[in-house]
Nanobody
Framework: QVQLVESGGGLVQAGGSLRLSCAAS????????MGWFRQTPGKEREFVAV????????YFLDSVKGRFTISRDNAKNTVYLQMNRLKPEDTAVYYC?????????????????WGQGTQVTVSS
């Protein structure tokens, strides 16, 4: 049974940084595409970033390009989202997700497994 557990969220001032982690278990992590999504109340969950199995391909939501990076450590079954120069509009619950078919995609419905989410709050 695949399990994804996010950590690293919290409260930070605008301009600050946070690093989110997502630890995976119950499957072959190195064969999955991993994504990060976020959601605010009343809005749909939106794509933030994706990383391919090897880490060689990454893609980002336009509004986070140049501020966020995504990386993975397949030996530790963990994917990271480094968030720099945070803005109040980045406030959301952040979710990691796994696509076991390794499609590098921003489409939410392509991801089969989801974590429980971690809250990120950026104060102005």
């Amino acid at each position: 049974q695949v399990q994804l557990v996010e950590s690293g969220g919290g409260l930070v001032q605008a301009g600050g940084s946070l690093r989110l982690s997502c630890a995976a278990s119950g499957g072959t992590f190195s064969s999955w595409t991993m994504g990060w999504f976020r959601q605010t109340p009343g809005k749909e969950r939106e794509f933030v970033a994706v990383i391919s199995r090897s880490g060689g391909s990454t893609y980002f939501l336009d509004s986070v390009k140049g501020r966020f990076t995504i990386s993975r450590d397949n030996a530790k079954n963990t994917v990271y989202l480094q968030m720099n120069r945070l803005k109040p509009e980045d406030t959301a619950v952040y979710y990691c997700a796994a696509d076991v078919h390794a499609t590098v995609t921003s489409l939410r419905n392509q991801y089969e497994h989801w974590g429980q989410g971690t809250q990120v709050t950026v104060s102005s």
